[in-house]
T-cell receptor, first 115, second 109 residues
Framework: GAVVSQHPSWVICKSGTSVKIECRSL??????MFWYRQFPKQSLMLMAT?????????EQGVEKDKFLINHASLTLSTLTVTSAHPEDSSFYIC???????????FGPGTRLTVL | GQSLEQPSEVTAVEGAIVQINCTYQ??????LSWYQQHDGGAPTFLSY????GLEETGRFSSFLSRSDSYGYLLLQELQMKDSASYFC??????????FGTGTQLKVEL
């Protein structure tokens, strides 16, 4: 149980384009989903908290208009990197929590490369 | 601010016991989690301590001392497949996780 999927697993795009990443909880309903970014050999950094049916909360220093988050249902959250640039190349990982006090279960991650 | 410090690298031999320490300074604390991450993979949940003391889950144990802002992950009977990065993470308000700097564990024959 508690499986989280992400799609795509990797994506290569040109600078200036937008990329959408999906995060799905497959066998539970997630009231809260989180989006992280991880650069090579570094730790995971929380980008934003996504709550079903309400606006996402972005962490300090994370531009909400650049990293658009939509959590339209209890099993799906999407992260759109708008006008991507090479410095946005990273490993993007989502996690989902069945309830606000429960363990976070992580998706397999999406590797984004911006040329 | 939040900060969690871990040793950057630990090396041990197969079958041995290794301890990975984590010291933290956070503005909100509900518990300390441990995650394992293999290269290119997603973090996998290992253990969680909300209260002081030792939690045991198979070959892995985790300890927490809230008064010392300190915890550790203990791995016993090390196997080659345990070679990975290990992260401690503080659970704060809103169920947010703040991750530590990460420890690269290398298990040798």
């Amino acid at each position: 149980g508690a499986v989280v999927s992400q799609h795509p697993s990797w994506v290569i795009c040109k600078s200036g384009t937008s990329v959408k990443i999906e995060c799905r909880s497959l066998d539970f309903q997630a009231t809260t989903m989180f989006w992280y970014r991880q650069f090579p050999k570094q730790s995971l950094m929380l980008m934003a908290t996504s709550n079903e049916g309400s606006k996402a909360t972005h962490e300090q220093g994370v531009e909400k208009d650049k990293f658009l988050i939509n959590h339209a249902s209890l099993t799906l959250s999407t992260l759109t990197v708008t006008s991507a640039h090479p410095e946005d190349s990273s490993f993007y990982i989502c996690s989902a929590s069945p309830q606000v006090t429960d363990t976070q279960y992580f998706g397999p991650g999406t590797r984004l490369t911006v040329l | 601010g939040q900060s969690l410090e871990q040793p950057s690298e630990v090396t041990a031999v197969e079958g041995a016991i290794v301890q990975i320490n984590c010291t933290y300074q956070t503005s909100g604390f509900y518990g300390l989690s441990w995650y394992q991450q293999h290269d290119g993979g997603a973090p996998t949940f290992l253990s969680y301590n909300a209260l002081d003391g030792l939690e045991e889950t198979g070959r892995f144990s985790s300890f927490l001392s809230r008064s010392d802002s300190y915890g550790y992950l203990l791995l016993q009977e090390l196997q080659m497949k345990d070679s990975a990065s290990y992260f401690c993470a503080v659970r704060g308000g809103g169920n947010k996780l703040t991750f530590g700097t990460g420890t690269q564990l290398k298990v040798e024959l």
